[in-house]
């Protein structure tokens, strides 16, 4: 089961606070009754008697059927401006507490389906309890107070502020790092990221705006979001670049204990796997943080200039053509002699030449010179088009890498893993595919050496869990392993990947291998084995 549906019913439980709201007070013809006809007039008037309720609960004063009739009245009287008398305010509040809140009494379930369990169960949700109170020491009333789901409905109904968001996930992320609980932090990092992307594209709609017309974009609008930004620039980058060392820190001590001590329990491990995703998530969360801040500066220098513009455009002088041209030709016709002064500048007349009188006492020069400039050629600088050279050029590289990765699992799946000097031996000196060039081969040595155990199922598992589709032109050697396998069906055994170098003196040596520079070169490399648990 996928992870992010571990509190899938927690969830349900809000959801179905708001469906039963909805379904015990719409097609309900009561509302008619006092007025209310319409269904955002109704949802409106039960979340004022639920705040009503709850103000009164936090004052810890009572909230008899009494004191909710007299603040429906109190509220229409000054704002919904009803034909309805107190009386019937009173029973209006019956109304919304017996039928709408208390479901005319009935025990109110929503049924969540719990993945851990694979089965739907019964949540209670219940939005308003009540207690006897004596008003005056004598008089017996009922009060009503909201329960823990009232609160929970009426607290998430309240916004926070966008940008205190990211400030309090971050706390609850630190918290969790600091008790142990990573599976809550990885959560918890995912939100983070989630906020940060949501930031992003916030200030890529707003420049969206901007382009298409700046004054449609206030002012206060544009100072909140920078406000927002500036928050979440702050120091955001180097409190994460502080987690993503301390995260490294601790898969270090687990992969150390695994290698050197003794094999990890299950609970480590499922640690260590979990440590691993925050630190993926903390390195794209420090990208997106650039991304943010070089956003921010683009929309402060895309608004000012557009504000600029418009500025300039108020200094052109505009006239109505009717009023200035039609009617006064018409008024006189004598007019149209000095036509040309009006349209000569509308049809971008070229000025009428005159001559310079200094050019006759000038040094006349050779036209050799004139000539050979015009047979030079010009060179036009094209950054859209040197992008695109660039990316094919760089898709090319990758290729190149893909073709050397996918060799070594080839003849490694073939051999139920083979050492490099054996590799060696079975190209038959042909190491065109294996080597393409020095610098690429040593690239996907070094990136297996250094993920030595690579399980295919968790890369499998990671990249279904991304929310945004990776575009990078970058080699990245677990997304070229799952393409491989996934693109070659001679590879879909394949379940884990385990490289090491072998305690051989001896080295395996390549010669007439290309590099980067177009030098031929001769390599000394140690033994190293490709291992593949199928």
Known sequence: MVSFLNNFPKRMKNVGSYAFLFKNSMSKTTWKQYGFEDFYEQTNMVFIVMLFIMEQSLKDEPCTMDDIGGFIDMVNMENFKKPISYEECKELGDFIINVILGNQGKVMYFRGYDFQDEEYKNIHISFINNKPVYIDDEIRRTSYHLTDDGYNLMLSTLEMESNMLLTIHEMIFKLHIEKASYDKAV?????IFNQLRIQYQRIREAMR??????????VLDYKILLEENLETIGDTS???SGYRENIRERVRELEEKDINIQKLDKED?????????IENYLGRAIDEHQQILKSHFELNSLYS???EDLSQMTLIKRFNIRSELYDKILENPDNLRNIEYFIRPLLNQEVDKVYNINKSVEIQKPI?????????EVLEFDDEKWQEEQAAKQKEKVKLYNRSLLSILTY?????????????????EDYSELIPNVEIFKEIVIELLRNSNIDIQELKKERSEHIAENTTLEFQLNESILDLIENNHSLEGIKKISTFRLDDEDLVIFENLNSNTGKIKRIYCSNIYFDLNQ
Do not use: P, V
């Open 187 to 191: 959560d918890d990092i995912k939100n």
């Open 209 to 218: 705006k901007i382009k298409q017309n700046a004054l449609n974009y206030s």
């Open 238 to 240: 180097r409190k994460f």
């Open 269 to 277: 491990t499922k640690n260590l796997m979990n440590l691993k995703i």
């Open 305 to 307: 200039k557009e504000l």
């Open 368 to 376: 050799r010179t004139k000539l050979r400039d015009d047979e030079e």
């Open 412 to 428: 490694a799946y073939e051999h139920n893993g083979i050492s490099l000097k054996d590799l060696k031996e079975s190209l038959n």
